[in-house]
């Protein structure tokens, strides 16, 4: 092809034809230019094709991931919700002591003292180039914002271990309930809200106590109504604000799962 077109400018330039050696000597440059174009925009697109693929695969990833943390926080929800209903039964027995439920008591003083925390899978998108893949400025902007996020569902949650480690189990040890809850959870046989297998049942025995416990002495133990409460307030509290992070992992699977039907 390049010897055909050089033979035809050697061929005008030998007949003296300048003007039409000048026009030609331009259409050819035009063509130049235009196939470097053609090129250009042929590899561009296979680029952009390219970088469309990984897309894909990130948005498949984040909808596995978000997923399973949206799975995990409505564990933690529920388990505050049980902590919530528990915090109920006990407050009634510490009014009405003269109706007291031994089982319905330890059972209670167990879940309040269950530690639901939020440990969502957290992927280094934001932090790496391929963040510049996802082009909806929306799903960016929580990616963005996700950690920040978690961090305030979680600090409420540092704080109840730390309530839960320092205060309600001194209480627990002073008013001498500690084996007989123990036990409680144990001789029926305990499945974890937050067990990885649910479908298991672990089973032993502690036996309750020996020493004489007055029950009736232990719901009037004002330190131990006031933590009560005080569970009532922590876990709304964090159920309020795990619900709005249940909001955002909505929005978020709602845009990626718009982003993967796109192709």
């Not at 050089?6 to 050819?28: F, P, V």
């Not at 925390?117 to 998108?125: A, L, R, S, V, Y």
């Not at 309750?208 to 002495?217: A, C, E, G, Y």
Request: proline content about 2%.
């Amino acid at each position: 092809m390049i010897k055909f077109f050089r033979k035809i400018r050697q061929n005008l330039l030998s007949e003296g034809k300048t003007g039409k050696y000048l026009k030609y000597a331009i259409g050819e440059i035009v063509l130049v230019v235009i196939g470097i174009l053609i090129a250009l925009s042929i590899n561009n697109w296979n680029e952009r094709q390219k970088e469309l693929a990984k897309e894909q695969l990130i948005l498949k990833q984040l909808y596995s991931e978000y997923q399973s943390n949206i799975n995990q926080l409505d564990e933690k929800i529920l388990m505050r919700n049980e902590a919530l209903e528990a915090c109920n039964k006990l407050l009634n027995q510490i009014d009405n002591p003269n109706s007291i439920n031994e089982d319905v008591l330890y059972q209670s003083l167990w879940t309040i003292f269950r530690d639901p925390t939020f440990d969502p899978i957290q992927n280094d998108i934001v932090g790496s180039e391929n963040i510049r893949l996802i082009n909806n400025d929306t799903l960016v902007r929580f990616l963005s914002n996700w950690s920040s996020e978690v961090f305030q569902v979680q600090e409420l949650e540092l704080e109840y271990q730390k309530f839960r480690t320092e205060i309600l189990l001194p209480c627990y040890l002073r008013l001498g309930v500690s084996r007989n809850v123990n036990n409680n959870l144990w001789k029926d046989g305990y499945s974890p809200t937050e067990a990885l297998d649910k479908e298991f049942n672990y089973q032993f025995t502690i036996e309750p106590t020996k020493k004489q416990l007055d029950l009736k002495k232990v719901l009037s133990d004002v330190e131990l109504e006031g933590l009560v409460s005080q569970v009532i307030t922590n876990h709304q509290i964090t159920n309020i604000q795990s619900q709005s992070l249940r909001m955002r992992i909505i929005s978020m699977l709602k845009i990626i799962n718009q982003e993967i039907e796109k192709e």
